[in-house]
Protein backbone atom coordinates (compact mmCIF):
# COMPACT_ATOMS: atom_id res chain seq x y z
CA UNK A 1 0.00 0.00 0.00
CA UNK A 2 1.47 3.49 -1.03
CA UNK A 3 2.02 5.46 2.12
CA UNK A 4 -0.39 8.26 1.59
CA UNK A 5 -2.23 10.06 4.59
CA UNK A 6 -4.78 12.42 4.88
CA UNK A 7 -4.65 14.63 7.92
CA UNK A 8 -7.69 17.03 8.53
CA UNK A 9 -7.05 19.70 11.39
CA UNK A 10 -8.88 22.33 13.63
CA UNK A 11 -8.34 24.11 16.36
CA UNK A 12 -10.91 26.69 18.92
CA UNK A 13 -10.29 28.80 21.49
CA UNK A 14 -13.44 30.04 23.72
CA UNK A 15 -12.46 33.86 24.41
CA UNK A 16 -9.20 33.62 22.54
CA UNK A 17 -7.71 33.88 24.36
CA UNK A 18 -9.31 31.26 26.75
CA UNK A 19 -9.73 27.92 27.09
CA UNK A 20 -8.79 26.05 23.49
CA UNK A 21 -8.83 22.70 21.71
CA UNK A 22 -7.39 21.14 18.93
CA UNK A 23 -8.78 17.99 16.49
CA UNK A 24 -7.27 15.76 14.09
CA UNK A 25 -8.44 13.08 11.89
CA UNK A 26 -5.97 11.31 10.09
CA UNK A 27 -6.73 8.64 7.13
CA UNK A 28 -4.67 6.20 5.72
CA UNK A 29 -6.84 3.94 3.46
CA UNK A 30 -9.07 2.33 5.53
CA UNK A 31 -7.72 3.21 8.77
CA UNK A 32 -8.87 6.03 10.56
CA UNK A 33 -7.18 8.24 13.73
CA UNK A 34 -8.64 10.62 15.64
CA UNK A 35 -6.85 12.74 17.79
CA UNK A 36 -8.13 15.38 20.16
CA UNK A 37 -6.57 17.69 23.32
CA UNK A 38 -7.88 20.53 25.65
CA UNK A 39 -5.85 23.51 27.14
CA UNK A 40 -6.41 25.64 29.85
CA UNK A 41 -5.46 28.88 28.42
CA UNK A 42 -4.48 29.29 24.49
CA UNK A 43 -5.39 30.33 21.10
CA UNK A 44 -6.70 29.78 17.85
CA UNK A 45 -3.91 29.91 15.89
CA UNK A 46 -1.73 28.55 18.35
CA UNK A 47 -4.48 25.76 18.04
CA UNK A 48 -4.53 25.61 14.59
CA UNK A 49 -0.55 25.08 14.31
CA UNK A 50 -0.79 22.37 17.09
CA UNK A 51 -3.47 19.98 15.13
CA UNK A 52 -1.16 20.05 12.33
CA UNK A 53 1.83 19.27 14.52
CA UNK A 54 0.30 16.35 16.63
CA UNK A 55 -1.09 14.82 12.90
CA UNK A 56 2.37 14.88 11.58
CA UNK A 57 3.85 13.82 14.99
CA UNK A 58 1.32 10.59 14.67
CA UNK A 59 2.94 9.48 11.25
CA UNK A 60 4.75 6.48 11.38
CA UNK A 61 7.27 6.34 9.12
CA UNK A 62 9.38 8.47 7.17
CA UNK A 63 8.96 10.37 3.55
CA UNK A 64 5.37 9.72 3.57
CA UNK A 65 3.15 11.68 1.30
CA UNK A 66 0.97 14.05 2.97
CA UNK A 67 -1.80 16.29 2.48
CA UNK A 68 -3.06 18.39 5.28
CA UNK A 69 -6.73 20.10 5.32
CA UNK A 70 -6.93 23.07 7.33
CA UNK A 71 -9.01 26.04 7.58
CA UNK A 72 -6.89 28.10 8.88
CA UNK A 73 -4.97 30.17 6.27
CA UNK A 74 -2.18 31.02 8.92
CA UNK A 75 -1.09 28.08 8.58
CA UNK A 76 -1.76 27.25 5.50
CA UNK A 77 -0.56 30.48 3.59
CA UNK A 78 2.69 30.53 6.11
CA UNK A 79 3.49 27.29 4.43
CA UNK A 80 2.10 27.87 0.83
CA UNK A 81 3.17 31.38 0.18
CA UNK A 82 6.36 30.48 1.93
CA UNK A 83 7.02 32.62 4.62
CA UNK A 84 7.57 30.28 7.14
CA UNK A 85 10.86 29.66 5.66
CA UNK A 86 11.74 33.52 5.42
CA UNK A 87 10.81 33.70 9.21
CA UNK A 88 13.27 30.70 9.66
CA UNK A 89 15.99 32.64 8.36
CA UNK A 90 15.59 35.61 10.61
CA UNK A 91 14.85 32.83 13.94
CA UNK A 92 11.33 33.96 14.32
CA UNK A 93 12.06 37.28 15.17
CA UNK A 94 9.15 39.31 15.98
CA UNK A 95 6.93 36.28 15.02
CA UNK A 96 4.36 34.60 16.62
CA UNK A 97 4.74 30.97 17.93
CA UNK A 98 8.15 30.41 17.19
CA UNK A 99 8.28 27.56 19.75
CA UNK A 100 5.31 25.56 17.00
CA UNK A 101 6.54 26.43 14.45
CA UNK A 102 10.19 25.39 15.56
CA UNK A 103 8.23 22.09 16.17
CA UNK A 104 6.69 22.17 13.10
CA UNK A 105 9.68 22.55 10.49
CA UNK A 106 11.60 19.77 11.33
CA UNK A 107 7.76 17.06 11.64
CA UNK A 108 7.37 18.89 7.75
CA UNK A 109 10.64 18.24 6.99
CA UNK A 110 10.56 14.36 7.61
CA UNK A 111 7.71 14.06 5.21
CA UNK A 112 6.06 15.35 2.05
CA UNK A 113 3.34 17.87 2.88
CA UNK A 114 1.16 19.38 0.93
CA UNK A 115 -1.44 21.77 2.57
CA UNK A 116 -4.69 22.30 1.27
CA UNK A 117 -7.12 25.42 2.71
CA UNK A 118 -10.72 24.39 2.94
CA UNK A 119 -13.22 27.06 4.14
CA UNK A 120 -14.67 26.01 7.68
CA UNK A 121 -17.89 25.24 8.44
CA UNK A 122 -18.90 24.74 5.02
CA UNK A 123 -20.23 20.86 5.45
CA UNK A 124 -16.83 19.21 5.14
CA UNK A 125 -17.15 16.05 7.03
CA UNK A 126 -13.81 15.44 8.44
CA UNK A 127 -13.23 19.57 9.07
CA UNK A 128 -17.07 19.60 11.12
CA UNK A 129 -15.36 16.75 13.00
CA UNK A 130 -12.45 18.22 13.44
CA UNK A 131 -14.16 21.35 15.35
CA UNK A 132 -16.15 19.24 16.95
CA UNK A 133 -13.07 17.41 18.43
CA UNK A 134 -11.61 20.95 19.18
CA UNK A 135 -14.47 22.12 20.85
CA UNK A 136 -15.46 19.06 22.66
CA UNK A 137 -11.82 19.19 24.29
CA UNK A 138 -11.88 22.97 25.23
CA UNK A 139 -14.43 22.09 27.51
CA UNK A 140 -13.06 19.32 29.15
CA UNK A 141 -11.64 18.38 32.61
CA UNK A 142 -7.95 18.19 33.26
CA UNK A 143 -7.17 20.89 30.47
CA UNK A 144 -3.33 21.00 29.90
CA UNK A 145 -1.13 23.62 29.71
CA UNK A 146 -0.06 25.47 27.00
CA UNK A 147 3.38 26.26 28.08
CA UNK A 148 4.62 28.00 25.01
CA UNK A 149 1.87 30.47 25.28
CA UNK A 150 3.25 34.19 26.19
CA UNK A 151 -0.38 36.08 27.04
CA UNK A 152 0.17 38.01 24.07
CA UNK A 153 -2.93 37.64 21.19
CA UNK A 154 -1.63 36.24 17.85
Request: glycine residues 10%; hydrophobic residues 35%.
Amino acid sequence: MEKKISIYTDGAASGNPGPGGLGVVMIYGDLRKEISEGYQLTTNNRMELLAVIRGLEAIRWENTDVVVYTDSKYVSEAVNQGWLFGWEKKNFKNKKNPDLWKMFLPLYRRHMVKFQWIKGHAGNKENSRCDELAVIASRGKNLREDSGYTGSYE
